[in-house]
Structure formats: C-alpha cells, structure tokens
C-alpha cells in the first residue's frame, strides 16, 4: 500500500525556520517524483518544491527560492523541505505528493499527481 506522511509543520514567527519531511512507502521502484504543495485559505493549491527520484531533477517555486531547500533524507523516500526566513504569506497547509515519471514529473501540474498525504500546517505570525 503507498503511504506518504508529511510532518513538521507548526508556528513560527516571521524569520524564523522549518522543516519539513514527507516520507513514502510501498513502492518499489525509484521511477517517481515527490513534490511540496502547499494551499492557503481561500487560494488554489500550488507546487512548492520538487525531487525526482528517478533522475534527481528538482524543481522550486520562483516565490520561495533562496528561502526553501528541497533535498533527499537519510533515506531515498524521505524528502526534506528547509523552509527559511518565512514570511506571513507561506502560511498554508503543505502536502507531499507523487507523481510518476511515466506519467508526469516535478513540473507536473497537482492534478497529475496521483498519492497524496494528509498535510501538515504551517502557521508564520507577524
């Protein structure tokens, strides 16, 4: 059964940082990508950052570039997003997907991606 869990979202004051991590389960093979989303109230979920397994391609959002960092974890399936000097406007629920390379990749838009874990919120406070 694929399983993706996210974790370590919480409140953070404006500047501050977190880290995020989305762990997946039950594949067996490398042939996917693993993407952030993220979605604010009343706004349409967007994509964040993304790592393809398959060819190491990554992808991130021109709005968070040089504040957030995509990277594998210790192991293969976990994927890491570092998310510095946060700002009021990064408050949203953000989710880990995949999507496989087969049928789309990190520029993929969220409908193509096909697992998705529940999301964990990340609140900044001014």
């Known amino acids: 059964e694929v399983q993706l869990q996210a974790s370590g979202g919480g409140l953070v004051q404006v500047g501050g940082s977190l880290r995020l991590s989305c762990t997946a389960s039950?594949?067996?093979?490398?042939?996917?990508?693993i993407g952030w989303f993220r979605q604010a109230p009343g706004k349409a979920r967007e994509a964040v950052s993304c790592i393809s397994l398959s060819d190491g391609e990554t992808y991130t959002t021109g709005s968070v570039q040089g504040r957030f960092f995509v990277s594998s974890g210790n192991t293969k399936n976990t994927l890491l997003l570092q998310m510095n000097n946060l700002r009021p406007e990064d408050t949203a629920v953000y989710y880990c997907?995949?999507?496989?390379?087969?049928?789309?990749?990190?520029?993929?838009?969220?409908?193509?991606?096909?697992?998705w874990g529940r999301g964990t919120l990340v609140t900044v406070s001014s």
């Open positions: 997907a995949v999507v496989y390379v087969s049928s789309g990749s990190c520029y993929s838009r969220p409908a193509d991606f096909i697992y």
């Open positions: 039950g594949f067996t093979s490398d042939d996917y990508a």
